[in-house]
């Protein structure tokens, strides 16, 4: 299977606990993007990479969130300090100039909880 | 702020007939408007996009049509079958990409 995979698929943490959650791209996928889906709405925005450089920061990024993607190819995002609000699906998408910019493959998500 | 709205959160359908799902949005700064299909448990998945300088795209059983002017597009699935019971997103971008905008979302269900 060669798309978008993300780890793990469920987290139930505490609040107050950091959380590192990790996406896997389609190989060669120049640009990969993070959202942050919670019931009943669709993805929100929060930022995007092209290759190692963190290009678009959403405002929905606060000081908690802290997303990497050391050498262009997988990417984390981390939560410190959860709050209950922080509970939602975070997705996760690549896409490649070769196919199309516009055409992101999506992975399953990370199911976060906050309890 | 909602840029892109789907103002049916729902929509049910007879096999064989067209679906029609609608998305408005505000920003005409964008340029580039996308369909996603989500089965649950899964990652929405590409289906169709459309540019400014097009008012129509199709691909097979989807169409989806753009009306500037009204800040409108809709997608329409014809015929419609079961297999295509699933949540729709609207997306939207400016040309360079950077961010996405997503609609709330629709809820189709295809009935036999």
């Known amino acids: 299977d060669t798309g978008v995979s993300q780890d793990p698929r469920h987290k139930i943490t505490k609040r107050g606990q950091n959380v590192t959650f990790r996406c896997d791209p389609i190989s060669e996928h120049n640009r990969l993007y993070w959202y942050r889906q919670t019931l009943g709405q669709g993805p929100e925005f929060l930022t995007y990479?092209?290759?190692?450089?963190?290009?678009?920061k959403s405002r929905l990024l606060s000081d908690r969130f802290s997303a990497e993607r050391p050498k262009g190819s997988f990417s984390t995002l981390e939560i410190q300090r959860t709050e209950q609000g922080d509970s939602a699906m975070y997705l996760c998408?690549?896409?490649?100039?070769?196919?199309?910019?516009?055409?992101?493959?999506f992975g399953p998500g990370t199911r976060l909880t906050v309890t | 702020d909602q840029q892109v709205k789907q103002n049916s959160p729902s929509l049910s359908v007879q096999e064989g007939r067209i679906s029609i799902l609608n998305c408005d949005y505000t920003n005409s700064m964008f340029d580039y408007f996308l369909w996603y299909k989500k089965y649950p448990a899964e990652g929405p998945t590409f289906l169709i996009s459309i540019s400014s300088i097009k008012d129509k795209n199709e691909d097979g059983r989807f169409t989806v049509f753009l009306n500037k002017s009204a800040k409108h597009l809709s997608l329409h699935i014809v015929p419609s079958q079961p297999g295509d019971s699933a949540v729709y997103f609207c997306?939207?971008?400016?040309?360079?990409?950077?961010?996405?905008?997503f609609g709330s979302g629709t809820k189709l269900n295809v009935k036999p």
């Open positions: 990479f092209q290759n190692e450089a963190q290009l678009e």
């Open positions: 997306a939207a971008s400016a040309y360079n990409f950077n961010k996405f905008y």
């Open positions: 998408a690549s896409s490649a100039q070769a196919v199309s910019w516009s055409e992101q493959y």
